[in-house]
Every structure is written in C-alpha cells, then in structure tokens.
C-alpha cells in the first residue's frame, strides 16, 4: 500500500468515496443543487438586457407587467438552490467527519503500545479532531465549487459568445491573469501559513506547560517569566498574520487592477458595435454584467487549487493513521482462567538496535501466588517486563510461558484477561466512579458487585460522601479526588476484575502518590491469593511485603534475596533500602 504521505491529491480524495457511498443519493441531490443554483447565474444579465430593451427601449407594457415577476421567481428559485445545497452538502460533510472520526478512533484502540511511544499524545488529537475536518471540508468544498462554478463559468461564456463573440474571446484572458496573479502571491502566502502554523505550536507548548506545570510555576515564582514566553509567542503569531494579510491585500489590489485592464480591453468591441452595428444598450450592460460575474467563480476555483496543499496535509496524517498495521494477535489457544504459574526463560529485549540490551538472559519462575518485587533504581528492564507480560511488547529472544503455555501462543484477550494492572501513575477516566470500577468487559457488573469490590479496596467511606456517591463523576484524571482515593478506585477495579496475575507499579518518584495506610491495606488485601510482580523503584512498604527481592542493573540479575537487609549488603545498591 502506498504511503499516504506521499499520494497525491487525486489519489487521497478517492479514497473518501468509500465513506461517501452510503450517503451517495443525498451528495447527489447537494450537487444537483449546486448545478440549478449555477445555471441560474447568467439569467441575471439575461434579465437586464430584457429589461432593457423590452421595457425601456421599445415600450412592451407586457413585459413591463412581466419584469417583477421574473425577478421574483430568480431570485426564489436561487433562494431554494441555496439553501437546499448548502444544507444538504453539510449534512453530508458532518457526516463524513463524524465517521472518519470514529474509524480513526476505532483504530487508534487497536494500534500497538509502540505506534503510541512514537507519536505525541496531543499530535493524536489534533488528528483526529482538526485534520479529519479539514480533509473532508476541503474535498467537498473543492466538488461544489467545481460543480458550481464550471458550470457558471461555461453558461457565462455561452452568453457573452451569443452577444458578442469577441468580447467573450477578450473576457478568456480573466482567466490566465488570475489564476497567474494568485500563483504570485500563493508562494508567500504558504511561506506564512507554515510560520503561523509554527508559532501556535509555540503557543499551545507554553499553554500546555503552564497548565500541566502550575504548580511548579507557582512554588517558584515564575508566573512572570511564563507570561513572558507567552507574549513573545504571541507577538510572533501576530507578525506571521500580518505577513499573511499583507500578501492577501496585496493579491487584492492587483486582482482589482488587473481586471479592470482586461474588462475594458474586453468591453471595447461591444462599445463599437453599438455605436457602428447599432447594438442595444441592453446587450452592453448585459456583457459588462456576464464578464463581472465572471470573475468570482474563477477566483475561487483558482482559490481551491492554490490552498489544495492544506487538505493533502491534512488527509496524509488521516490516512497515515487508518493504514498502520493493527496490533498483531497470532495467538489461538483461548486460555480461560489461569493458576498464574509464570516462566521466563533467558527473556532478552531491545528498545533501539543501536542501544544496549533493556532486558538480557532474564530466567524466573514465579508460582501461582507467590509475590515478586522487581527492583531496578536505573534501568526500565523492569518496566520492559511488566509490558512483556500482556504482549504489549514482544521479546527479542527467549519466551514467557503461563501455566506452561507460551504466551505467544495465546489469544491477547484470553492472555489480557488474566491480568491486572495497578500502577501509582493513577490511571482513572472522566466518567463515574460506578464506570472506573466497573471499567471495559466489567460493565455488566452488578451495583453489589461494584460495592463489594469498593469496601475491600477501603473506598466505601469516601465514595458515600461523594456528592451522588457511585454516580458522582471524577472528572479529568480523576481531578476531583485525592491521589489515595484514585489509586483505591484503581485497586477496587482491579478486584472486581479479580484476575490469577497482578502487576503492581510503584515507580513513581513523587511522594504524594505513595500509598498511606488505607492503601497499604488495599494492596495487602488485592495481592493475597494472586500472582503478583511488583515495579519498584526503590524499597517501599508494598516491596517489603514480597516474597522475593530480585535486583536487576543493565537488563541483568544481580541478586536474589528474601528480606531487603540482605539486599542492603550489596554495595550497588548500598543507601537505596530501608533497613
């Protein structure tokens, strides 16, 4: 399949024809639409020179009767044409927005964990939010207008040929000269979108910055300083507008002049023919009307081809995205519920290939049950493992096996279904307390299971308090909550799923998110019975608790111990444990 980034504009509107074809009859009657709104134009010049010359030139008291009703069925029937393409071609556009934007959803879920670590989060949204928009109102707007004004274009020459063939020839030169006057300016015009374009990348950095970093711009004081940033961001958006005004105004100016040069070359013939082949005034006003008319739609399709590359940007990204590869699932065997036994066996995995090895010869059982805390103060070989487990990631060398299955070998939602993740980076979303608990495949759960799940995690207190208790919804990243509440909420999820394997994080530095007591008592309650792999970082109340310390440094074993005293002798490590 061709990369998306690189297709052409013909190329990448065709694929929109697959998500146009179900509403194909409604787009078709937008452009009939547009089409009689198009024919329409030239009868504007046609009326004038009936009026003309049938009213005021040869006295026809008939067609002076008949002037006001001409003029009121023109402008009704353009008055329905309009509003009938206009809405319809939205509804249509609207359409194709809403499904592009949810097949691209559907496809992001489905996208494997290293198509995220390679592309920016807000990169994602801005994707799936503003390019999808932006492709699909670019292509349909580029259909109408080459549906309307072609055809305007085509009924105005046919006008002016049938009143003045040479004129009409002399009024063809509008079209070169404007499509050449807007090439010229088109060059600066993109030079400045592009620097526009950069300096509201600068400012949504500082914005995001200041939002996300609030705190630490106010513990030192640097409210100013952000300020300033963002004011220097500011003063360069506004300088790249103006670059961008000043090309359009100037590309205004000498559109103004260049047309008013080609109309009177062009309107000069019909000025001698009236005065030496005894043309009515009608016919003369009549011209001047069509070639005036003429102008706009030839601006406008020339506007749609020099801003195409806007769309085609637009479109690379959307279609960049719905063609990466799915997360691979090669697995057949659907494992139901396991014992949790866990093998790996000389386990080896690269972030980079020109980087050292994140994980090497890594060789481990765990039995059903057993507690495990992997300790690494350096390295993310723990961090690899924890994401090798669920097939996040796949091993470069060795194997993993459950329950004496190899885990490529398992469907990912029979492997995933046996595994529970807590982590202290609280992962909590912007629904109800009730919806994170009973999060995904667990929506089906009963409000008694739900409510069981919350006491065990020591959440029932607070929950009662929440203004409209289960229902009471915690806001972004669960804002509304403390950090111990969000990670007791995190822990009452994982207990109603209830799964044989456990992967517990506890690697974040922050010293707010370290659990207190009524999380200690959560955790000890979620590990029992469960086999559990605990993430450290360095020695916690949580890792205390595990049956086994293993020590990792470079993607190695370094030691094995029982108790972190012993740990402690090692003098790598020597300072990080508690003793």
């Known amino acids: 399949m061709q990369n998306a980034l690189t297709m052409t504009g013909r190329q990448l509107y065709a694929r929109l024809t697959d998500y146009v074809a179900p509403y194909r009859g409604t787009f078709a009657l937008g452009l009939l639409g547009m089409m009689v709104l198009a024919a329409t134009e030239p009868a504007l010049p046609v009326l004038l020179k009936l009026m003309l010359d049938g009213t005021l030139v040869n006295q026809k008291h008939e067609l002076v009767q008949l002037v006001p009703l001409a003029v009121i069925v023109f402008f009704a029937v353009r008055g329905v044409t309009s509003y009938l393409s206009i809405y319809v071609l939205n509804w249509v556009s609207g359409k194709l927005v809403m499904d592009l934007r949810v097949t691209m959803f559907d496809k992001l879920l489905t996208l494997p964990a290293s198509y995220y670590a390679d592309h920016a989060s807000d990169n994602l949204v ?4 503003f390019d999808a928009s932006r492709t699909v109102h670019t292509a349909t707007g580029a259909i109408s207008v080459l549906a309307r004004d072609t055809l305007t274009i085509i009924a105005l020459l046919a006008w002016m040929l049938y009143l003045d063939w040479r004129s009409a020839l002399l009024a063809l030169l509008l079209i070169p000269m404007i499509i050449l006057i807007m090439r010229l300016g088109n060059g600066q015009q993109q030079k400045s979108g592009r620097e526009t374009e950069k300096t509201l990348d600068g400012m949504t950095q500082v914005l995001q910055e200041s939002i996300r ?18 004011r220097n961001e500011v003063d360069r958006s506004h300088r790249s507008t103006m670059k961008q005004a000043n090309a359009k105004a100037f590309i205004a100016s000498l559109m103004q002049m260049a047309v008013g040069v080609v109309l009177a070359i062009a309107i000069y013939p019909a000025t001698q023919q009236a005065t030496t082949d005894g043309a009515t005034a009608g016919s003369f006003v009549s011209l001047s009307m069509a070639m005036l008319l003429l102008i706009m739609p030839v601006k406008r399709i020339t506007a749609i081809y020099m801003s195409r590359h806007q769309g085609l940007t637009a479109a690379g990204s959307v279609f960049s995205l719905l063609d990466q590869e799915i997360e691979q699932d090669a697995g057949t065997v659907a494992i139901g519920r396991t014992q949790g036994e866990l093998h790996f066996e000389q386990v080896g995995f690269h972030c980079h290939p020109q980087a050292g090895a994140a994980l090497e010869d890594f060789t481990l059982t765990l039995l059903p049950g057993e507690t495990v805390a992997l300790v690494d103060p350096v390295d993310s070989g723990k961090l690899i493992l924890a994401d090798l487990l669920p097939r996040f990631l796949q091993p470069d060398t060795g194997r993993i096996l459950l329950d004496d299955q190899d885990l490529s070998t398992l469907t990912l939602t029979s492997l995933r279904a046996n595994i529970a ?8 979303f912007n629904d109800t307390v009730a919806a994170n608990i009973a999060y995904g495949a667990m929506g089906r759960a009963t409000e008694a299971d739900i409510i069981a799940a919350m006491h065990a995690a020591h959440a029932a207190e607070f929950v009662r308090e929440l203004p409209q208790g289960l229902q009471t919804v915690v806001g972004e990243k669960g804002v509304q909550l403390s950090n111990g509440q969000r990670l007791r909420i995190t822990i009452a999820r994982a207990l109603l799923k209830n799964p044989p394997i456990l992967i517990l994080d506890e690697t974040s530095s922050a010293p707010d998110l370290k659990p207190g007591q009524q999380e200690q008592a959560a955790l000890v309650t979620l590990i029992q019975g469960r086999t559990t792999i605990i993430i450290a970082q360095h020695s916690s109340a949580v890792t205390e608790k595990a049956d086994r ?12 111990g029982s108790h972190l005293k012993l740990l402690a002798k090692e003098e790598t490590y020597a300072g990080l444990f508690r003793t």
């Open 126 to 129: 801005a994707t799936v939010t």
């Open 213 to 230: 970093n609030h705190k630490v711009v106010k513990l030192y004081g640097g409210q100013q300083y952000q300020s300033q940033r963002f």
């Open 421 to 428: 993740l807590v982590s202290w980076e609280i992962r909590l």
């Open 549 to 560: 310390i293993i020590l990792l440094q470079h993607g190695r074993i370094t030691a094995i």
